[in-house]
């Protein structure tokens, strides 16, 4: 049982067609005890990290992903639902930085690249022995994003290199996440999500 948790943050109903290619039972939700108790988590994220934080927020989002932390329950986050799981995210911060779920500590800044959003495919420096990147070690992602962590908080991090070099995923136990958009990702990007459902 799969569940896309539902904050407000689109591009809802194109990951769970692609979550429903590797399980039989993938629906979208905002009720705590649901997303708690499903055997799997995905918090996706498009738009601003402050945003994506009020909406996360509404539904007690990261009480949410902390209990599962606790719980031994697997959760997945994608794009900007990997950037709220870090403490914090200075995308339009003009009066501090905007504060995160808080499961990693490390900051998202501004890539430092000379054209900006980094939009379009890119290969990945996969973790050795990634679970993620099981078979699909050389392939290529689809990325939109202009911020990004630089700092990984665990050795089980995959990098990207547009400008600078970013984390471009992390595999830390119960809590994985991925920069890019793995259900826009075609091929390699299934194969990502049949790996993650697999490990559950």
């Known amino acids: 049982m799969i569940a896309i948790l539902d904050y407000g943050s689109g591009n809802l109903r194109s990951a769970q067609r692609a979550f429903a290619t590797a399980s ?5 939700t905002s ?25 996360l927020n509404a539904i007690r989002g990261g009480e949410i ?11 997945l986050g994608i794009c900007i639902g990997m950037q709220i799981l870090f403490s914090q995210g200075l995308e339009h911060a003009q009066s501090g930085a905007h504060q995160g779920v808080g499961i990693w500590q490390g900051e998202v800044s501004k ?10 495919w890119n290969t990945v420096e996969s973790a050795p022995d990634s679970t993620l990147f099981k078979g699909i070690e050389n392939e290529s992602f689809y990325f939109v994003h202009s911020y990004a962590v630089k700092d990984a908080p665990t050795p089980n991090a995959t990098w990207t290199t547009y400008g600078e070099k970013f984390l471009s ?8 996440a991925t920069q890019f958009h793995p259900e826009k990702s075609g091929r390699a990007g299934l194969a990502l999500i049949k790996n993650w459902v697999k490990s559950l």
């Open 169 to 176: 995923a992390i595999e830390d136990k119960y809590v994985s």
């Open 111 to 120: 890539i430092d690249a000379p054209i900006l959003p980094h939009m379009g």
């Open 65 to 75: 992903i902390r209990k599962r932390l606790e719980l031994e329950r697997p959760t």
């Open 31 to 55: 009720d705590f005890d649901t997303a708690v108790k499903a055997d799997g988590l995905v918090v996706p994220g498009v738009g601003a990290f402050a945003a994506c934080m009020q909406g």
């Open 24 to 28: 039989d039972e993938v629906f979208l």
